[in-house]
């Protein structure tokens, strides 16, 4: 194929349509940065939409994006059928000549052999660390990832830590991978003023100065680590500052709630999902953010509170020390004592915090979506 003619991209679109959560956000943001940049080639993602269901709202409005439905089997009957290994190729389905088929989502479906599919996986967290992930989702993933790797001419991940781990674990994936990091959208995150801060903080019930944390509760994100650090800071700064906890409930929470419930009687706020557009003012509203997080394949939140101009204690493991370089706090995620040490250390030090604000933000801008966008778009044109 003539790689000056347009090209015909379709994308795997499910995960655009339900509450969007890592995944999700990340295909969303690519793909609007591509369809700004790229006017040439014909993008249009599908998705499954069973008959009688009202189409929902295109996520991505732009003149070279389409939406493309199958109404005729709903979703969770194609995942039987691919679970039971029956072929039924998506390229059949769907109808109508491809250039490249991308799945955005670790796993690849079927498709012709003559089809050119590109994939997109995260990490490798389910084989790195099994007991954070859910059993159905785990063995899901260890039955399909391998063959995606198998099928898939390029695989994209999200960083070096990521591609590292693929390739450890996937051999085959040795001279495929090409990482297109996430970044956050500076027209949105950055350091908000104290008006739309007030607003945001109010809606939430937060009267006081207040160390955040932003993502699901569950074992993964060393919420329970949180929760000890900041029960053990003195009692001046327990007093005077509030802990945020935002986000939804994980999976495996019984201990987390449990750990809530003991420490009742301390200033522990849960906002439950936050809307998108209330996160930056939360972020810059908070003297600190932590993130001890026993694993991240690139670790968002960090990156979000950065820009938004908000100090960060992170954990040194995985992707995060790729994100945060050297504007924030670096801690083992497995000892508490030092992340209720380094909370201290920053609402202690009005001159510490200006400084890692200062390089959070210059940090924060190494990140952009119009690079990533700009570097799958060569990806895509030097397709022959």
Same mark, same amino acid.
């Given at each position: 194929?003539?790689?000056?003619?347009?090209?015909?991209?379709?994308?795997?679109?499910?995960?655009?349509?339900?509450? &969007?959560?890592?995944?999700?956000? !990340?295909?969303?943001?690519?793909? %609007?940065?591509?369809?700004?940049? +790229? /006017? *040439? @080639?014909?993008?249009?993602?599908?998705?499954?939409?069973?008959?009688?269901?009202?189409?929902?709202?295109?996520?991505?409005?732009?003149?070279?994006?389409?939406?493309?439905?199958?109404?005729?089997?709903?979703?969770?009957?194609?995942?039987?059928?691919?679970?039971?290994?029956?072929?039924?190729?998506?390229?059949?389905?769907?109808?109508?000549?491809?250039?490249?088929?991308?799945?955005?989502?670790?796993?690849?479906?079927?498709?012709?052999?003559?089809? &050119?599919?590109?994939?997109?996986? !995260?990490?490798?967290?389910?084989? %790195?660390?099994?007991?954070?992930? +859910? /059993? *159905? @989702?785990?063995?899901?993933?260890?039955?399909?990832?391998?063959?995606?790797?198998?099928?898939?001419?390029?695989?994209?991940?999200?960083?070096?830590?990521?591609?590292?781990?693929?390739?450890?674990?996937?051999?085959?994936?040795?001279?495929?991978?090409?990482?297109?990091?996430?970044?956050?959208?500076?027209?949105?995150?950055?350091?908000?003023?104290?008006?739309?801060?007030?607003?945001?903080?109010?809606?939430?019930?937060?009267?006081?100065?207040?160390?955040?944390?932003?993502?699901?509760?569950?074992?993964?994100?060393?919420?329970?680590?949180?929760?000890?650090?900041?029960?053990?800071?003195?009692?001046?700064?327990?007093?005077?500052?509030?802990?945020?906890?935002?986000?939804?409930?994980?999976?495996?929470?019984?201990?987390?709630?449990?750990?809530?419930?003991?420490?009742?009687?301390?200033?522990?706020?849960?906002?439950?999902?936050?809307?998108?557009?209330?996160?930056?003012?939360?972020?810059?509203?908070?003297?600190?953010?932590?993130?001890?997080?026993?694993?991240?394949?690139?670790?968002?939140?960090?990156?979000?509170?950065?820009?938004?101009?908000?100090?960060?204690?992170?954990?040194?493991?995985?992707?995060?020390?790729?994100?945060?370089?050297?504007?924030?706090?670096?801690?083992?995620?497995?000892?508490?004592?030092?992340?209720?040490?380094?909370?201290?250390?920053?609402?202690?030090?009005?001159?510490?915090?200006?400084?890692?604000?200062?390089?959070?933000?210059?940090?924060?801008?190494?990140?952009?979506?119009?690079?990533?966008?700009?570097?799958?778009?060569?990806?895509?044109?030097?397709?022959?």
């Amino acid at each position: 194929m003539n790689h000056k003619s347009s090209k015909k991209i379709l994308i795997e679109g499910n995960s655009l349509f339900q509450k &969007r959560t890592g995944v999700g956000q !990340y295909t969303k943001r690519l793909f %609007e940065s591509l369809a700004r940049l +790229d /006017k *040439k @080639n014909k993008y249009t993602f599908f998705a499954f939409l069973f008959a009688g269901k009202k189409l929902p709202q295109d996520p991505i409005k732009a003149n070279n994006v389409n939406y493309q439905y199958v109404r005729y089997i709903p979703g969770r009957v194609y995942n039987k059928i691919l679970k039971a290994k029956i072929n039924l190729k998506i390229d059949k389905i769907l109808g109508g000549n491809t250039d490249l088929f991308i799945f955005p989502n670790f796993v690849a479906w079927p498709t012709s052999k003559s089809a &050119r599919v590109w994939s997109i996986i !995260y990490d490798a967290s389910y084989l %790195e660390h099994p007991e954070y992930s +859910d /059993k *159905k @989702n785990r063995d899901y993933l260890i039955k399909f990832v391998g063959k995606t790797v198998e099928r898939s001419e390029k695989i994209i991940t999200i960083s070096q830590n990521a591609k590292k781990e693929i390739e450890n674990h996937y051999p085959l994936s040795k001279n495929k991978i090409e990482i297109i990091s996430p970044a956050v959208d500076y027209k949105e995150y950055f350091p908000k003023n104290k008006t739309e801060v007030t607003k945001v903080i109010n809606k939430y019930g937060i009267d006081k100065n207040y160390i955040l944390y932003t993502g699901t509760l569950e074992p993964r994100k060393n919420i329970l680590g949180i929760l000890e650090g900041y029960s053990a800071l003195p009692k001046n700064i327990l007093s005077s500052y509030t802990l945020v906890l935002a986000g939804g409930k994980g999976w495996l929470d019984e201990e987390i709630e449990e750990k809530l419930a003991e420490l009742k009687e301390l200033n522990i706020i849960r906002t439950g999902y936050v809307a998108d557009e209330d996160l930056p003012a939360l972020y810059s509203g908070a003297t600190v953010f932590v993130y001890p997080s026993f694993y991240e394949g690139f670790g968002m939140p960090p990156l979000e509170a950065m820009a938004c101009g908000t100090p960060v204690i992170t954990s040194n493991n995985s992707s995060l020390p790729e994100v945060v370089g050297e504007a924030g706090i670096m801690i083992d995620a497995k000892d508490t004592g030092a992340l209720t040490k380094s909370i201290e250390k920053v609402i202690s030090s009005k001159k510490l915090q200006n400084e890692m604000i200062k390089k959070g933000i210059v940090q924060a801008k190494k990140f952009s979506w119009e690079e990533s966008a700009k570097k799958l778009y060569e990806l895509i044109q030097s397709i022959e």
